[in-house]
């Protein structure tokens, strides 16, 4: 069974009415224990990341920074980056959330999954942004190059919004594939994530950006994953797969101009699962909390083999950007996968 990865100490990340709150895990947890999934799987208490930890992957400067930024009173670290005093534990607690999930699906061979909060895929290595304040993600791969000698990691992200620090963070290093599907950086923050940022010299070639039209359905990302997920999970062959869970790019969600629906989130847990078997999955995005209430329980049941609804049809109605996209695309990685 899937083990859940979560703390009630998270909620002292308070960030008030900003759209990363802590009702985004109230309704996480409650919808899990009203259709009684709770109880019915794994759920560990994280522990905090260490410092070295965090020093894998953020720069000294940088942690000191946001130590005594929290421990003055906290605020804004940008304008829409928010920090309590309580953040810089908090933020170490849900670092180490992500570690914890690592760890069970290596000592395990079963699923993972860490809702925690902060999110942490805009953190770069030096500076805390979107929401983010530490990158979760790389601190636990850093952390399982480093503890247990894991030499190949496979990253999915599909928040809506770019990764961008994740992205920074391993541009360079050609042991990391990381994979983004997000909305056009053109017309949503952090306007990075085009698909001719590659990655740079080792790395070229394992940074694969696949930026969607705006109104993008289902059906949209169901046809552009089809065609590049497994020809370059195939080809790149990780000894470690990452999932960025986030669910802002649904029809509901107020901070993007997407359109996909609840069956989405069913379809790539499956679909992941037949490429990686087993995996670590970290909660990003996601900001309407029917959504998140909704599609937690789709993707725990898919994560556990309870199939909730059909979540794939062979006859798909895809928008010619969408086709245009990947054309663009497969000429850019011809050299590197055999899209």
């Given at each position: 069974?899937?083990?859940?990865?979560?703390?009630?100490?998270?909620?002292?990340?308070?960030?008030?009415?900003?759209?990363?709150?802590?009702?985004?895990?109230?309704?996480?947890?409650?919808?899990?224990?009203?259709?009684?999934?709770?109880?019915?799987?794994?759920?560990?208490?994280?522990?905090?990341?260490?410092?070295?930890?965090?020093?894998?992957?953020?720069?000294?400067?940088?942690?000191?920074?946001?130590?005594?930024?929290?421990?003055?009173?906290?605020?804004?670290?940008?304008?829409?980056?928010?920090?309590?005093?309580?953040?810089?534990?908090?933020?170490?607690?849900?670092?180490?959330?992500?570690?914890?999930?690592?760890?069970?699906?290596?000592?395990?061979?079963?699923?993972?999954?860490?809702?925690?909060?902060?999110?942490?895929?805009?953190?770069?290595?030096?500076?805390?942004?979107?929401?983010?304040?530490?990158?979760?993600?790389?601190?636990?791969?850093?952390?399982?190059?480093?503890?247990?000698?894991?030499?190949?990691?496979?990253?999915?992200?599909?928040?809506?919004?770019?990764?961008?620090?994740?992205?920074?963070?391993?541009?360079?290093?050609?042991?990391?594939?990381?994979?983004?599907?997000?909305?056009?950086?053109?017309?949503?923050?952090?306007?990075?994530?085009?698909?001719?940022?590659?990655?740079?010299?080792?790395?070229?070639?394992?940074?694969?950006?696949?930026?969607?039209?705006?109104?993008?359905?289902?059906?949209?990302?169901?046809?552009?994953?089809?065609?590049?997920?497994?020809?370059?999970?195939?080809?790149?062959?990780?000894?470690?797969?990452?999932?960025?869970?986030?669910?802002?790019?649904?029809?509901?969600?107020?901070?993007?101009?997407?359109?996909?629906?609840?069956?989405?989130?069913?379809?790539?847990?499956?679909?992941?699962?037949?490429?990686?078997?087993?995996?670590?999955?970290?909660?990003?995005?996601?900001?309407?909390?029917?959504?998140?209430?909704?599609?937690?329980?789709?993707?725990?049941?898919?994560?556990?083999?309870i199939k909730n609804e059909d979540y794939y049809k062979n006859e798909l109605n895809v928008s010619e950007n969408t086709k245009d996209t990947f054309n663009k695309i497969k000429d850019v990685f011809s050299p590197f996968y055999g899209f």
């Amino acid at each position: 069974m899937t083990a859940l990865i979560y703390s009630d100490e998270y909620m002292k990340h308070n960030t008030g009415n900003h759209p990363e709150n802590q009702e985004r895990l109230n309704v996480i947890v409650n919808s899990l224990k009203n259709k009684e999934i709770w109880n019915k799987i794994d759920v560990i208490s994280p522990e905090p990341a260490t410092e070295d930890d965090l020093l894998r992957v953020h720069s000294p400067s940088h942690i000191e920074y946001i130590k005594k930024f929290c421990d003055s009173g906290g605020g804004y670290i940008d304008y829409d980056t928010f920090a309590a005093p309580e953040s810089y534990e908090i933020a170490k607690l849900a670092a180490g959330g992500a570690i914890k999930a690592a760890d069970f699906v290596l000592k395990n061979s079963e699923n993972a999954y860490s809702i925690a909060r902060p999110p942490g895929h805009h953190a770069t290595r030096e500076k805390s942004m979107g929401f983010c304040i530490f990158n979760n993600l790389a601190i636990a791969l850093e952390y399982l190059r480093n503890t247990h000698k894991i030499k190949k990691f496979l990253i999915f992200d599909f928040d809506v919004h770019f990764g961008n620090g994740t992205s920074e963070i391993f541009y360079s290093d050609p042991d990391v594939l990381y994979i983004s599907i997000h909305q056009n950086p053109r017309t949503l923050y952090p306007g990075k994530g085009f698909i001719e940022e590659i990655g740079t010299g080792k790395g070229e070639g394992y940074n694969l950006n696949i930026p969607m039209p705006e109104r993008s359905t289902t059906d949209d990302y169901i046809y552009i994953l089809e065609k590049i997920l497994e020809p370059a999970a195939s080809k790149f062959n990780a000894d470690f797969y990452f999932l960025d869970v986030g669910f802002d790019g649904h029809v509901d969600d107020p901070l993007s101009s997407m359109a996909l629906t609840d069956k989405y989130y069913e379809y790539i847990i499956n679909k992941m699962k037949n490429i990686a078997g087993f995996m670590s999955l970290i909660l990003e995005g996601g900001y309407n909390l029917d959504v998140l209430s909704r599609c937690n329980v789709k993707i725990i049941n898919a994560l556990n083999n309870i199939k909730n609804e059909d979540y794939y049809k062979n006859e798909l109605n895809v928008s010619e950007n969408t086709k245009d996209t990947f054309n663009k695309i497969k000429d850019v990685f011809s050299p590197f996968y055999g899209f």
